[in-house]
Every structure is written in structure tokens, then in C-alpha cells.
């Protein structure tokens, strides 16, 4: 996006002076004409209609718009002190694109929406004009040398403020977005949050946040979780987002255990989903379901550990012969198990052997889960505030993610994890290093199993049915997309890419014949420009960048302040 | 052959070797890369092993740290025989550096030589996903003998430097840090000081030195004859995959038939220039056979 439109030098140079003035005259008129009406329909894209009454497409408009605002007074201005750390110019140029482009989707959307562009409204004019000021101008200044922003220290306490508010931010976006019910307003509020996280980026805000987390990190951790235990609270007992979520945080946990395999091993498993049905088979059967066909009923806390060691003890009966294949056969062998663990499910009906799973059928009524005299089934109120059925799975399934991550980080900086990483590198020298290659990579399996049968007796109660046909090869590979495109062997990522694959879906269903189509196209798009993912892990990015010796040098400058702080 | 086992025997004390290599064959197909080579290094031995391109003595030493399994032969490490695994030869107490540097690149100096401490660690999932306090002291002790190890390569302010970063005579220390992680008894260098200025060889024959001074044994492959018959207390010539002589660097030097070797009579010339495209052929084919075994 940044090189769209670059100016030659000389005309920058003779109306440089003009661009300030000109970008603060596009912010204002594009705060006005967002002020203003700019659509006579009051059906579409949330209500627009009224002047000094803005929607959330109009308060989007305004946000962007301040934000530019602040770049700028940052340039001139009250704000300087700003200036020196932050890349003003290329944080206007990406968001005057963004924000041109959000405003030409609007006068689109209205067209589209209320059939034809005599709704549009004079104040969506005016914002588009101003949208198109604050390009011009964007475009017309010129990038400053800024300090190194590593030295840019806040007292602890604003610190801490910065990511509470981030992350306030973060909720209130989430939130808004699932309850969006127009495609139109989603796609809008997406190009706006990427308008603005692009924006951000490019200024140097995102790599100062990464400064700062290395200072904070246990805040920030909690910060996170506090958020996601808070998101429930902002649904008001509506069940509709939290079934969403539930699903979500399932996907995210298979996702992050299938980390373990993919991210640190390195190895290529395409049966993973094949664990997460047989940690669901478990809990369904032993379950106190009137289908469930085995007699023993034990409490669920002994469920899923049954659960967890009885995928383990799958993975380690899979990962025995296999993992003594390389790469591509690996990749077949699993695929193979995976489609092996169906069809089993599927003939287990008692025609064509024991009865287990009662084949095509599944095993379905799977009661809800009581913990005590808590009824996963039943609404609870929290200050007032309702907690539906989904909410109740929604809170266990985060604190199993919050295992799962533990457990994937703390594996990651043990012992373990630099054999991984050494096997990763070079498999000969590590052996050679008395690092025990093939039990590393049985472990990465099994443990990656046991991860997933533990999410898997979870989900056949938030499900509460199993059936043969949730464990399809298309999920497998959905769960190995999410870690692709979110960063391999990262947390932040691979959260990012499961809420992404899954979350996406669900929300676009207007282009859901598609989404295999453009889910391909996308994981092209990313092998030829990003093959680390959205966020990339330091050594991953190493890997795939094997000549990038600039790179090598900003990476290890990293590594010394990590040690440092 | 003969005069070879005799000469070992010979220098040996009467306590068992260290290191003793019996009759080690190496077959690829057709192709004898190495033929009843016998070797025994001693305790706090220098034992340098030379030789003309493509005479086998890189495969020896994979025949020896288990990368390959002899066809025929036996190595016995304090008189206990060694599996052909490069695991349990580690475990047993010898390490390796390689020919071509075979360091993690992406991985800081401080994680290679850590990675190196993995066989004598023992925390395995449970305690690194528990964080107990006897986990938390393995790390920390893992940590502070590789920084140990580095300052005594000679790299302990590059600790957090990434491997791929280093210049190349620091990666070759690297590798020894590496190696010497493990707690060897015996270190076996393959080419240390190859494409390195004179001034860098001599620190590393000094390091060669101070590894020996702590009471390991070392063997080391070279080219630079100056540097080997300086650096070893007994030298170990290959030829064609045969021993043509073991001896001190005094006597080495002057057999006719090392200078041979190297350098050929230039008198019966038909024969030896095939000779010398035979033993090219050796070279092409055991550097075929190790491209074959990396994936």
C-alpha cells in the first residue's frame, strides 16, 4: 500500500509546506461530514440518516480522522515531543490510504445498499472530500529521521495504561464486530481496524508496544486473560456470539497443540483433528448421555484426563513407525490416520464390529457438564449481568487454552524446546549432539495429542452430539491453516489465525461458497509474501530468510535487550 | 598393515586406551572408502590423522561417532564397546566438530553450546511444564557452563550473538564450545583451522593446547602440515583408505612413502596418475554418500 501514488521529489519539494495545512483541513472536514448525514435511507448500514447523531460507520470516520490529527500536531505543533520518536509520515501515508479507502467503500456500500448513489448524503460527500485532502497531503510530506525507540520510556504506570487501554480497545472491537449483524458494516469496521493498526504500525507504535511488552510482559498476560474472561460480560446472556466464541476457543486449543507438532518439531501432521475426535469419542462414551455406550461414568475430571492419555497413547502408537519418515511421508502417513480414525468411528456400529460409536449416528444428548452445583446448562448472573450456557463453556475453555499455552511455552524455552529447535536446524548435527531426535519428536506428537484429546472431551459437551463427520480431513487442514497464516510456533499468531479461520466464516456467511476459494487464495498470497505469517516467530523468520543478513543483525539486537531487561 | 598395529601397540601403555578403533571397514557398495584401520588415542593425546584428499579420514571419523555403521571392526571407548549411534557415543564421552560447519545458524552462541548440555540434562516434560526448583537449577547450571564453555573458546562476549552472524573462525570455536559441552573424554576435530588466516590457526592450535591441558584426549584431521606436526604427539597417515604409517610427527615427516603420497615420485608415472584418479574417485564418492545421508 505504501507505494501507491508516490510523488515525484520535485513536486514535494516545492508544495511540502502545504501539505500540513491541507491534511488538517481533510481531517476536520472529514470529522464534519461525519457530523453530518450521509445517507437519506435510514435502513442500511446501521442508521446514518440523522446529522449530529453519528453512526458506527461515522464514529469510525472520526477516529480516523483524530488519529490523523494526531500524526500531524505531532509533525507541528502541540505534539511534537511525539514526533521525534514516531515515523509520521509513513504512518500518514498507510492511514490516509486506509481511510481513503474506507470512505470509497462507504459511498459503495450506501450505493449498493439503498440502490444507487442518489442516497448518498451532501456529509458523506464532504468526508470523502476530506478523505481525499488528507491523501493528497500524506502524500506531500516528507519521512524525518526519528530516534531509537527502544529509548522511549514511560513511567511504569503509563505504561501499564497503554496496554489496559489497548486492550480495552481490543474488547470493544471484538465485541462490536460479532455483533454486527450487516455484512457490509463488518467488512467497513475490518478495513477500518486494519486502517488504523496499519497506521499505527507503520508510525513505529507497534514496534515501540513490542519494547514495551519485553518490559511488561506479566501485565500485559493478565491484561489479556482479564479481557477474554471479560468478553462474555459484554454479550448480555446472548447466546448467539458465545457459540461462536465457545467453537473459537475449541479451534484455538486444537490450533495450539498442533503448535507443539508443526511450530517447534517442525514436523508435518495433516491427521491432527483425528486426536481432538478421539478426545471426544472418550468424553461422549464415557459420558452420562442415555447413548453413550460404555457403562462406566466416571466425573468429568476424570473424563478428560482419560481423554488426554487415551489420544497420547494414540499419538505414540501413531508416531512409533511413523516418525521415522521424513517430511512428505510424514505429511501422507498422517493424512492416512486421519481418514483411518474416521472411517473407524464410522464402522464401529455394531454391523461391522463392537458397537461403540453407533456409527454415522454419533452418540448425541450429551448432558451438560456440573461441576459441583454448577450446571454448565444453566444461565448464572454475575453482577447482574447474565452468563448463558455458552458462557459457562466459553470460561472453561479458556482456562484449558491457558493450560495449553503454558504448556507450549514453558516446553518451548525448556530443554525440550532447543532440542526441537536443534533437530529443526539440522537433524544430523543434533544427533550428533546427543540430542535425542526421534523421542523429541515422539514427545512433540504425543504431547500435541494429549492437548487435543483434553479440548476434545470438552467440546463433545459444548456439541453435544459426536458424530464421525465433525473429524473431517477439511478440519485438519483448517486447524495447520490457522497456524500458517497466524505465524508457526507463536502464540500471539496462531490465536490470531484460529480466530480468523473460524471467526470469519461465521460472521461473512455472504461469501461462505467461497470461503475455500479465497482461504487457498490467501494462504497462496501469504507462501510468496509472508511465509513467517501475520506474526512471526524471531527464529521461524530466520529460517525463512536464510540470506537476509539485515535481519539477522535487527533480530539480535532484539536477543540483547531480551537478555537486558 | 603389520608395522601400523605395532606401532600402536608399541606407544600404548599397559592400562586399556582410551579410544581403540580395531580393523574399522567401511564399504559403500564396491567402494572400500576405508580398509582394517586401526587407531588407539590414548588419555591426554594429541593423535593427528592426515592423509590426501579422498583418503577416508572423514569417514573414519564417522565410522568412529557412529554417523555411519562399519561395515567390519570394532570401537571401544574405555574398553566398552560403542554402538554405531551418534547418541549413545556422545553419552559414551566422545564428541565431534564437522568438516563443513554444522552449527545451528539460527540459534545464539550461548543456545548451540547449550544444546550441547542436552545429554547430560535430564529434565524432561513434565518437570520443564511443572517449573520446579530442580528444573529451574539444571537450566541455570546448563546456562552458566555454557557461558563458561564460551569464555574458554575464547567467545564469551558473543554469547548472545547469533551462530550465522559470527565470523567464520569464531563459528569453528563455536563448535568446539559445542562439543565440549558434552563432556567428552575425547574430542575428534574434523578440519579446525581450514580457510583460516595463519594467525588464526596458531589461536587455534593454543586452544587445541588448553583442551588437552584439562585432560582430554583430542584427535584432529588436518591439512596444514606445519600445523599437525607441531600440535600432535602422534600422527596417523591414511592412504586410500589404508594406514600407511602411525608414528611421531618426526617420523611421519620423513617416510618416503607419506612424501609419496603427497606429492607422488614422479618416476613410474603411468601408474600413479591413475592412482591419483582413483583416489579422486574415493573423494567424489564418499562426499556422494555424506550428501546421500543429509536430508
Not at chain 1, 381 to 404: K, T
Request: with cysteine; glycine share 10%.
Amino acid at each position: 500500500m505504501m507505494k501507491i501514488l508516490t510523488v515525484p521529489p520535485g513536486v514535494v519539494a516545492r508544495h511540502g509546506s502545504k501539505a500540513w495545512p491541507l491534511g488538517l483541513a481533510g481531517a476536520g472536514l472529514l470529522i464534519l461530514g461525519s457530523l453530518l448525514s450521509w445517507s437519506y435511507d435510514p435502513q442500511v448500514l446501521g442508521d446514518l440518516s440523522i446529522s449530529f447523531n453519528p453512526g458506527g460507520l461515522q464514529i469510525m470516520a472520526i477516529a480516523l480522522a483524530l488519529f490523523a490529527v494526531i500524526l500531524l500536531l505531532a509533525r507541528k505543533g502541540p505534539l511534537t515531543f511525539l514526533g521525534q520518536w514516531a515515523d509520521t509520515a509513513k504512518g500518514l501515508n498507510a492511514l490516509a490510504t486506509w481511510t481513503l479507502l474506507f470512505m470509497a467503500m462507504v459511498v459503495v456500500a450506501i450505493a449498493v445498499e439503498a440502490g444507487g448513489l442518489i442516497n448518498v448524503q451532501p456529509g458523506c460527500w464532504v468526508s470523502l472530500l476530506g478523505a481525499v485532502a488528507l491523501f493528497v497531503a500524506s502524500r506531500l510530506v516528507v519521512s524525518r529521521k526519528t530516534r531509537d525507540l527502544a529509548e522511549a520510556l514511560l513511567p511504569g504506570w503509563a505504561e501499564i495504561l497503554v496496554i489496559v487501554v489497548i486492550m480495552a480497545a481490543l474488547l470493544f472491537g471484538t465485541a462490536y464486530a460479532l455483533n454486527v449483524a450487516d455484512g457490509w458494516v463488518l467488512l467497513l469496521f475490518l478495513v477500518f481496524a486494519t486502517a488504523m493498526a496499519i497506521g499505527g504500525t507503520r508510525a513505529g507504535l507497534m514496534s515501540w508496544l513490542g519494547h514495551v511488552s519485553l518490559r511488561r510482559r506479566r501485565e500485559l498476560i493478565l491484561a489479556s486473560f482479564a479481557v477474554a474472561f471479560c468478553f462474555p460480560l459484554t454479550q448480555g446472556g446472548s447466546d448467539a456470539n458465545m457459540s461462536i466464541a465457545a467453537q473459537v476457543l475449541v479451534f484455538a486449543a486444537a490450533a495450539m497443540g498442533l503448535n507443539i507438532v508443526v511450530g517447534l518439531a517442525g514436523l508435518l501432521d495433516l491427521g491432527y483433528i483425528a486426536f481432538l475426535g478421539a478426545g471426544a469419542y472418550v468424553g461422549a462414551t464415557l459420558s452420562t448421555s442415555g447413548f453413550a455406550t460404555i457403562g462406566w461414568k466416571p466425573p468429568f475430571i476424570v473424563v478428560i484426563l482419560v481423554a488426554a492419555c487415551f489420544s497420547g497413547m494414540l499419538g505414540l502408537i501413531i508416531g512409533t513407525p511413523t516418525l521415522r519418515v521424513n517430511g512428505d511421508y510424514l505429511a501422507i502417513v498422517t493424512l492416512g490416520f486421519g481418514e483411518i480414525f474416521r472411517l473407524t468411528m464410522f464402522n464401529l456400529d455394531g454391523n461391522n464390529g463392537p458397537d461403540l460409536t453407533h456409527g454415522p449416528n454419533g452418540i448425541p444428548a450429551i448432558p451438560d457438564l456440573i461441576f459441583g452445583n454448577f450446571n454448565f446448562g444453566d444461565t448464572h448472573y454475575l453482577l447482574g449481568i447474565p452468563l448463558s450456557r455458552f458462557s459457562n463453556y466459553y470460561f472453561l475453555l479458556l482456562i484449558l487454552l491457558a493450560f495449553v499455552i503454558m504448556v507450549f511455552h514453558r516446553l518451548n524455552t525448556s530443554r525440550i524446546g532447543r532440542g526441537w529447535v536443534a533437530i529443526r536446524e539440522d537433524e544430523k548435527a543434533a544427533e550428533a549432539m546427543g540430542v535425542n531426535v526421534f523421542g523429541l519428536k515422539l514427545l512433540a506428537f504425543a504431547s500435541g495429542a494429549f492437548l487435543a484429546g483434553m479440548a476434545g472431551a470438552i467440546k463433545a459437551h459444548v456439541d453435544v452430539s459426536v458424530t464421525p463427520d465433525q473429524y473431517v480431513f477439511l478440519e485438519s487442514a483448517f486447524l495447520l491453516a490457522a497456524i500458517v497464516l497466524g505465524g508457526m510456533g507463536t502464540i500471539v499468531g496462531v490465536l490470531l489465525g484460529a480466530v480468523i479461520l473460524k471467526l470469519l466464516p461465521e460472521k461473512l456467511r455472504f461469501f461462505a461458497d467461497y470461503r475455500l476459494m479465497l482461504f487457498g487464495l490467501l494462504l497462496v498470497l501469504m507462501m510468496r509474501f509472508r511465509p513467517e505469517g501475520l506474526v512471526a516467530s524471531r527464529r521461524r523468520q530466520l529460517e525463512f530468510h536464510e540470506e537476509d543478513e539485515e535481519l539477522a543483525v535487527r533480530v539480535e539486537g532484539d536477543i540483547a535487550e531480551e537478555v537486558q531487561g | 598393515m603389520t608395522l601400523s598395529t605395532e606401532a600402536a601397540t608399541a606407544s600404548a601403555p599397559a592400562t586399556v586406551p582410551l579410544l581403540q578403533a580395531d580393523d574399522v571397514t567401511m564399504r559403500f557398495g564396491g567402494l572400500t572408502a576405508v580398509n582394517k584401520v586401526s587407531m588407539t588415542v590414548n588419555e591426554g593425546e594429541i593423535l593427528g590423522l592426515i592423509g590426501p584428499n579422498g583418503a577416508g579420514k572423514t569417514t573414519f571419523f564417522n565410522c568412529l561417532t557412529g554417523l555411519y555403521k562399519p561395515t567390519e571392526g570394532h570401537v571401544r571407548l574405555c574398553g566398552v564397546e560403542l554402538p554405531p549411534k551418534p547418541r549413545a557415543v556422545v553419552q559414551a564421552g566422545m564428541a565431534r566438530t564437522f568438516q563443513n560447519i554444522r552449527l545451528f545458524a539460527n540459534m545464539t552462541a550461548l543456545e548451540n553450546v547449550m544444546v550441547g548440555r542436552y545429554c547430560r540434562t535430564s529434565s524432561m516434560a513434565i518437570t520443564s511444564i511443572l517449573h520446579g526448583p530442580k528444573y529451574r537449577r539444571e537450566e541455570a547450571e546448563t546456562r552458566a557452563r555454557a557461558q563458561e564453555l564460551l569464555d574458554f573458546v575464547g567467545l564469551g562476549d558473543s554469547t548472545e550473538h547469533l551462530a550465522r552472524n559470527m565470523p567464520y573462525g569464531n563459528q569453528r570455536r563455536l563448535e568446539i564450545a559445542r562439543a565440549l559441552a558434552t563432556d567428552p573424554k575425547l574430542v575428534l576435530l574434523d578440519e579446525p583451522t581450514a580457510g583460516m588466516n595463519p594467525l588464526e590457526t596458531r589461536q587455534a592450535s593454543d586452544l587445541i593446547f588448553k583442551i588437552r591441558d584439562t585432560g582430554l584426549a583430542v584427535v584432529v584431521i588436518e591439512h596444514d602440515m606445519r600445523f599437525i606436526f607441531n600440535l600432535c604427539d602422534r600422527v596417523l597417515c591414511l592412504v586410500r583408505g589404508e594406514t600407511l604409517i602411525v608414528g611421531t610427527p618426526n617420523e611421519v615427516q620423513s617416510d618416503p612413502r607419506v612424501i609419496e603420497a603427497y606429492i607422488g615420485t614422479g618416476i613410474d608415472d603411468d601408474d600413479d596418475d591413475d592412482d591419483d584418479q582413483d583416489s579422486d574417485g574415493h573423494d567424489g564418492a564418499t562426499n556422494a554418500q555424506d550428501e546421500q545421508d543429509t536430508p
